[in-house]
């Protein structure tokens, strides 16, 4: 039997592929950076307790474990937010729309977090701060200063650069989910109907119990039957040409039975 409700297979568009490409990377760049910021978190933290040790901050180490212990949770974070939106992308491949609207909502998440990043670096900023160089508190500048000078020169531009790979990537993942192909590939599909083929029954009407469903013969129109029952044919006779027994003779044309009067009739006894 055909199934008249069945659904098309929905074919991905192309939108939807390279998005899931581009989450796949965001992911990507935020590995290589969190890799990067542990290569140097150690050289970091000895350079902030060195520049705040002759100061009357609370304690230089106590700064130092700060700063640490932010930029750990910093990094191990927007990995963590990276990880689920891979994950999303995955169910997005597959046509689910709760997904898609996941990633529109962490997506937006990141692309503020990482643009603010890509931006302290660019003006020359750090995480760090101090004072405005009055009293024995050192700048910010200062600090600044100390850390380009202990960390690699190359630790700056592939920052940058990673975050600058990871905002865009996000952007255009984002941006290509929101396509009318992309749309089209969200929407829940209506139902296709197939009109049935011969031999079976239209969808909520079964068939009599007993009747196989087999179109009549072309040219010979089904009738219903009388409701008299058959009779059996007679030896010689072809099946289905059966014809009921003919009425006995009424009294009218019954023949008589008195012979004709030049056939010999019995002869009468003799009375002599």
Not at 6 to 30: E, K, M
Not at 154 to 175: D, E, F, Q
């Amino acid at each position: 039997m055909v199934d008249s409700q069945s659904t098309p297979a929905r074919q991905r568009p192309s939108t939807v592929t390279i998005s899931s490409y581009l989450l796949f990377l965001f992911l990507a760049c935020q590995v290589i950076s969190l890799i990067v910021t542990l290569s140097t978190i150690g050289k970091t933290r000895d350079v902030l307790r060195d520049a705040y040790s002759g100061s009357t901050a609370e304690g230089a180490d106590q700064v130092a474990n700060f700063v640490f212990a932010f930029a750990l949770g910093a990094g191990i974070l927007v990995l963590l937010l990276a990880v689920v939106l891979a994950v999303l992308a995955i169910f997005n491949n597959r046509g689910s729309n709760g997904s898609r609207i996941t990633t529109w909502i962490v997506g937006g998440i990141m692309v503020c977090c990482t643009g603010g990043t890509v931006l302290n670096g660019v003006g020359g900023g750090s995480f760090t701060t101090g004072g405005n160089g009055s009293g024995d508190m050192p700048s910010s500048q200062e600090v600044q200063r100390r850390l380009e000078e202990a960390l690699p020169s190359w630790i700056t531009p592939v920052s940058i650069t990673l975050g600058v790979i990871s905002l865009l990537a996000l952007l255009a993942a984002l941006i290509l989910l929101a396509l009318p192909k992309s749309n089209e590939f969200f929407r829940k599909p209506a139902a296709a109907w197939e009109p049935p083929t011969p031999g079976t029954s239209y969808p909520g009407y079964p068939q009599a119990s007993g009747q196989p469903g087999y179109p009549p013969a072309p040219g010979q129109p089904g009738y219903p039957s009388s409701g008299e029952p058959g009779y059996p044919a007679t030896p010689g006779q072809a099946p289905g040409s059966e014809q009921p027994p003919s009425a006995p003779p009424s009294g009218a044309d019954r023949p008589d039975d008195t012979p004709p009067a030049d056939r010999p009739g019995p002869t009468p006894p003799s009375t002599s």
